[in-house]
Nanobody, 124 residues
Framework: QVQLVESGGGSVQAGGSLRLSCAVF????????MGWFRQAPGKEREGVAA????????YYADSVKGRFTISQDNAKNTLYLQMNSLKPEDTAMYYC?????????????????WGQGTQVTVSS
């Protein structure tokens, strides 16, 4: 059984930075995808960034390119999302997700395993 646990959310002023972490409990065999998604109140969940673990390919939503960086530490079994130059529109609940066979890495329906989320609030 796989469990994902996010941490690192909080409140920050616009222009600030946060680093989210997603600890992976359980075992994935060979290569697999992990992604960060977010959902703001009244909006649909959207893909933010994804990585093909074992290969290293990364994917970003246009809205975060150049500001956010996804990375993974195999030794610590942890996924990260470094968020810089944060904007008020980045305010949302952020979730990490994982799965093996993913055709579209930034589409949430592609993922089976999900964390409980961590809140990010950016004030202007």
């Amino acid at each position: 059984q796989v469990q994902l646990v996010e941490s690192g959310g909080g409140s920050v002023q616009a222009g600030g930075s946060l680093r989210l972490s997603c600890a992976v409990f359980g075992h994935f065999y060979s290569s697999y995808y992990m992604g960060w998604f977010r959902q703001a109140p009244g909006k649909e969940r959207e893909g933010v960034a994804a990585i093909f673990v074992g290969v290293g390919s990364t994917y970003y939503a246009d809205s975060v390119k150049g500001r956010f960086t996804i990375s993974q530490d195999n030794a610590k079994n942890t996924l990260y999302l470094q968020m810089n130059s944060l904007k008020p529109e980045d305010t949302a609940m952020y979730y990490c997700a994982a799965d093996y066979s993913v055709r579209w890495p930034l589409i949430d329906q592609e993922y089976l395993y999900w964390g409980q989320g961590t809140q990010v609030t950016v004030s202007s």
